[in-house]
């Protein structure tokens, strides 16, 4: 029976994509992209001349109902976004919810997403954590800050370069100027780099420093810092 796929692709380094993304992509009848100019880069460098259609943020309210026909219809359909794992932060929840709805199988592959590397070297705890993704541009934004204030689990963000420092002196403004945090950016790229410390301390240094590349925020939850204390 023919299904959905969800193929995560490289968040950079264009090697960082498992050998069953690349059969699956080969394989796949038509592969749904959120760019189909960024996707046609990663399809040429493996030689996968599989179909691309394009879904994105601006037609997938159109076209899942679309989709999901021809999936039950027998074609196969592989699911990619720009960078990463689709449907976090990026299109693909409204796919996978109208193929569940019709009974269509749906299968997500393992493979990168940004917010775990920048996790795993943060060194904030990783033990607990809730991801919020991007927050609100204007409707919503301080309720948002105000709840992760008060989150006493690891807080996960991904931000653009022209909103970070504002977004970091937000954060500041709720949690505290001494609140830890991690800011990634670049993960797997060339010029990736981590900027560990107090809020204060990274926004200081995005003073001097420019913000350029996409950015991923781990923030300590309230009281994190506790246990170090008392150890």
């Known amino acids: 029976m023919a299904k959905l796929t969800v193929v995560p692709t490289p968040i950079g380094n264009l090697e960082d994509i498992t050998l ?13 992209a959120e760019d189909t100019r960024t996707t046609s880069i990663l399809l040429k460098h493996y030689e996968i001349q599989t179909r691309l259609m394009p879904h ?3 037609n ?19 699911l990619v976004s720009d960078a990463g794992t689709p449907a976090i932060s990026d299109p693909g929840f409204l796919l996978v919810r109208k193929c569940a709805q019709r009974g269509v199988e749906v299968e997500c592959l393992p493979g990168a997403t940004a917010f775990v590397p920048a996790l795993v070297v943060s060194a904030i705890p990783n033990d607990r954590f809730c991801f919020e993704g991007f927050l609100p541009v204007k409707k919503g934004r301080q309720t948002r800050l105000l709840e992760i204030s008060e989150e006493e689990r690891t807080t996960i963000l991904y931000e653009s ?3 970070l420092s504002k977004t970091l002196a937000q954060l500041s403004g709720v949690c505290g100027k001494d609140r830890p945090v991690s800011v990634s950016r670049e993960i797997s790229k060339r010029f990736e780099e ?3 410390g107090s809020l204060e301390d990274v926004i200081t240094h995005f003073l001097t420093e420019e913000p350029k590349g996409e950015f991923v925020i781990v923030l300590a939850g309230k009281n994190a810092g506790n246990d170090d204390k008392k150890n």
């Open 20 to 32: 069953r993304a690349i059969r699956t992509l080969k394989e796949a009848d038509l592969i749904l």
């Open 56 to 58: 994105h943020k601006f």
């Open 60 to 78: 997938e309210h159109k076209t899942v109902e679309q989709i999901s026909k021809r999936i039950i219809a027998g074609e196969n359909v592989a």
């Open 161 to 163: 370069p022209h909103r």
């Open 194 to 196: 981590t900027i560990r």
